[in-house]
């Protein structure tokens, strides 16, 4: 029997990235993990990885008809959830002067409105004692360029650990976030040149106490407690970050 035997568990975003590494360390625990994404393709293979203990629902988290979808689903596959992952988000960059309304929207209604609503749909499906956790970002403590509107929506989610917590403690129901710092995902890797990438990568570990960059199982290990071993913690946002905002 692993840890998370007997577990049901929704990741939104689980498709690649954190998300993926997270549905990872849950399915090898024994979990049984929903994971989503706009993507078919990313699915695909995080199915392939993941094996049968993982079910794969393309979707939008900004279309509400989507994550009522998702919900049938899950009520179908699941019927009660035990931990729910608010982890899909974009992060454009979005220099003040050249910013759009276009862009503005588009990342609220990714970031934020798709975070409050995936709770509330799935909010009827989750058992007494579950966690909730969402993925904010060290963006929205400290302020960096060309990034104001993503920062602005994880403040928004921070709060909504908050308030969302208020609203489903009568429940049993524990709401956190996790706060991750920088994290080796690969992709600037895979955005960039190695030369770029490298440069890049010493600019931002100068400004980190534990000067490396963190890991994905590190975040995941940090959203996993929170979900099932923080049981006498709510409202409370995890920073995984090196120190960055605490020292």
Do not use: C, H, W
Request: avoid cysteine; aromatic fraction near 6%.
């Amino acid at each position: 029997m692993g840890k998370y035997s007997d577990k049901n568990v929704v990741i939104t975003g689980g498709g690649r990235g954190m998300g993926f590494a997270l549905a990872k360390l849950l399915v090898d625990g024994g979990a049984r993990v929903v994971i989503t994404g706009r993507s078919q393709a990313p699915l695909d293979a995080a199915r392939e990885r993941l094996g049968t203990n993982a079910v794969t629902v393309r979707g939008d988290v900004a279309v509400l008809s989507d994550l009522d979808a998702l919900a049938d689903r899950v009520k179908g596959e699941f019927g009660t959830v035990d931990a729910l992952f608010v982890n899909a988000g974009i992060a454009p960059l979005t220099p003040f002067e050249s910013t759009t309304e276009k862009t503005y929207d588009e990342l609220f209604a990714i970031n934020v409105k798709g975070a409050y609503f995936t709770v509330q749909k799935l909010a009827p499906l989750l058992s007494t004692g579950a966690g909730v956790v969402l993925t904010t970002s060290i963006a929205n403590v400290i302020g960096m360029p060309d990034i104001s509107i993503y920062a602005a929506g994880k403040a928004a989610l921070r709060s909504m650990a908050r308030s969302l917590s208020r609203e489903l403690l009568p429940r049993g129901i524990r709401v956190n976030a996790v706060s991750p710092g920088p994290i080796d995902t690969g992709i600037l890797e895979n955005t960039m040149t190695e030369g770029a990438a490298e440069e890049f990568k010493a600019q931002v570990v100068a400004n980190i106490p534990m000067q490396r960059f963190g890991t994905l199982d590190e975040f995941a290990s940090a959203a996993a407690f929170l979900a099932f071993d923080a049981t006498y913690t709510t409202g409370a946002e995890f920073a995984v970050d090196g120190g960055r905002t605490q020292l």
